[in-house]
């Protein structure tokens, strides 16, 4: 019995430990990239170009995963689109967790006309396909970082606040907001004070989900051209060169493609792992 | 008004739907237990929590007034009825399970509302949950007070619960069913607890509960109640000696005694039940007409 928790206790470790290492790995290498990146990401040379990664033959050295068919460093790239991809994932999530769940939360405890406004622009929302409604608000708002961000806050703050707002319903219904009432506290110290603390677990492991989500989506819209400059590198963007020429290098498609799959896995893992960690209930 | 609480009239509806208190009359003194018994579904909770402002939004206060310490709070503002009842009432909740938040620690749970309501400053608010804790019989007050309710049994939360309930030195406790989600060990334990600390602080306490044994052990005066309609008040010893209406003679003959362990069951009879619901929809008539 006791070992049996021991086994799960370590387990949650190793979880947290794996993502959370590949988390800030790759936070380091985006923000160092400037001084430990081996090339420039732009830099092209078309001598160099199509160089497998390290262990194949005809490599050359500091060129660790290769070159594309440019001749650029794809470590290097990656690197650099590790930046894009945290900055979206960090401020697209961040932002996204702050709107979605404060009306998720509003909608849920206090009902009434709050929460009839709230669930019927949910509702109108979810009814957009949300890569199409993507596409569509870039379109509007122009390329660029801000509008990547912006896009996702847009399409996905629903996702919190409808997960928030059921959380918050069956938090509502205990006898402890009930006592808290009898005492005289007011809704929003309620709500606040009572309600959230129960509710936060879920929105951290949303917020890491979302995190990963917002990666993914950052790296469709780069994919299709549509989120930053061409110029700069992104996985999205290195994912579809790297398509191009998949017969001649595959590494070129397959490196960006790994990073993008290990980051979102980790923030889905890493949520999890804190849930399990720090919800007092579970504990 | 002489009574603490004072209930006139009281009538309440679910929303578009069926009447769920009749026109429900009932005072309770300073210092005074009263006993509110009836069947599951009579309405014994609802009152408890009309008094205390925490109906469901679905029911609605179709009329009457809820007197207390001569405040009628059906007739104030909600922010002004809240800090009301914040400062004069308090609750002891049926399930111990979901009456304390589980991600707060027990100390401020309790200090809550001696901080926010009534404007003490910390120190002296702990200082008070701690005297509490320890009146309840709690070992090692302090470790409890820094504990998630998690870390302690059902006994013990519910212990915590009628600390809580008292450490402002409320003039009314409502104690909604407070034993029934208790094994009956812990049951008697509590319920000697409830009874002790009722005298010790002289609160008047309203204890709704389906046990009529309860009631005998705890309550001065009780009401019984049947489908929201109060159909007998009296005081306990007169009640156990002779109950005045036929509905609650039925009860209190329902109740099982265990001396006897081959007597059966003595469910209320189908007739009493016929006579009761004749006088409910007489009653109904009279109102919707009157």
New interface residues.
């Given amino acids: 019995m006791l070992d049996a928790r021991d086994m799960v206790k370590r387990r949650l470790g190793l979880r947290l430990w794996l993502s959370g290492g590949w988390l800030v790995l790759l936070l380091l290498a985006a923000l160092m990239a400037p001084w430990i990146a081996p090339h420039d990401p732009l830099e092209q040379d078309l001598f160099t170009s199509r160089l497998p990664p390290f262990w194949m033959a005809g490599a050359e050295p500091g060129y660790w995963l290769g070159t594309d068919s440019l001749g650029r460093d794809v470590l290097t790239r990656i690197m650099y689109g590790a930046r894009v991809a945290l900055i979206v994932a960090l401020v697209a999530g961040t932002a996204t967790m702050l709107i979605g769940a404060a009306l998720g939360l509003i909608a849920g405890y206090y009902?009434?006309w709050p929460d009839m406004v709230i669930s019927r622009l949910i509702d109108i929302w979810m009814a957009f396909p949300p890569v199409l409604f993507a596409i569509l608000l870039i379109a509007v708002l122009g390329t660029g970082l801000t509008s990547v961000i912006i896009a996702i806050i847009v399409i996905d703050w629903t996702r919190f606040a409808r997960v928030v707002r059921a959380e918050a319903m069956a938090q509502g219904a205990?006898?402890?907001v009930?006592?808290?009432?009898?005492?005289?506290?007011?809704r929003l110290?309620i709500m606040l004070?009572?309600i959230l603390?129960?509710v936060?677990p879920t929105i951290v492991a949303l917020l890491t989900l979302e995190m990963g989500i917002a990666v993914i989506v950052e790296a469709i819209l780069s994919f299709v051209n549509l989120s930053i400059s061409t110029d700069d590198p992104t996985w999205g963007g290195m994912i579809a060169e790297g398509r191009t020429s998949i017969h001649q290098a595959w590494w070129v498609l397959v490196f960006p493609l790994a990073a993008l799959f290990l980051t979102v896995l980790s923030f889905s893992q890493l949520g999890e792992g804190l849930k399990d960690r720090f919800d007092?209930?579970l504990? | 008004m002489s009574a603490f609480l004072s209930i006139r009239n009281l009538s309440a509806v679910l929303k578009g739907g069926p009447p769920l208190l009749r026109s429900v009359s009932l005072d309770v003194a300073a210092g005074e237990v009263r006993g509110l018994v009836g069947e599951s579904g009579a309405g014994k909770s609802m009152i408890g929590k009309a008094v205390l402002g925490i109906l469901p939004r679905a029911v609605e206060v179709v009329e009457g007034e809820i007197w207390l310490d001569g405040v009628d709070l059906l007739r104030l503002k909600p922010t002004e009825r809240r800090r009301r009842i914040g400062a004069t009432a308090a609750l002891i909740p049926q399930d111990p399970m979901t009456a304390l938040n589980p991600s707060r620690r027990i100390g401020p749970q309790i200090t809550d509302r001696l901080v926010d309501i009534l404007g003490w400053r910390r120190a002296a608010a702990d200082a008070r949950a701690l005297e509490l804790l320890e009146q309840v019989h709690i070992p090692d007050p302090a470790r409890v007070m820094r504990a998630y309710p998690h870390e302690l049994s059902g006994g013990m939360r519910q212990r915590v619960l009628i600390a809580s309930a008292f450490a402002a030195e409320p003039k009314l406790i409502v104690a909604d069913e407070p034993t029934t989600a208790l094994d009956v060990t812990v049951q008697k334990q509590i319920l000697r607890l409830i009874a002790q600390m009722q005298a010790r602080h002289g609160t008047a306490l309203l204890f709704v509960t389906h046990d009529l044994g309860v009631v005998s052990k705890i309550c001065g005066t009780l009401s019984v109640l049947y489908a929201g309609k109060v159909v007998e008040d009296a005081d306990v010893r007169d009640f156990f000696a002779a109950p005045a209406h036929p509905y609650s003679a039925a009860l209190l003959a329902a109740t099982p005694r265990y001396t006897d362990p081959k007597a059966g069951l003595n469910p209320v009879p189908a007739s009493v039940i016929k006579a009761v619901d004749a006088e409910i929809s007489a009653f109904d008539r009279g109102w919707r007409n009157g």
């Fill in positions: 009902r009434g205990m006898d402890y009930a006592s808290a009432q009898v005492a005289g506290q007011r110290g004070r009572e603390p129960n936060l007092p209930v504990r």
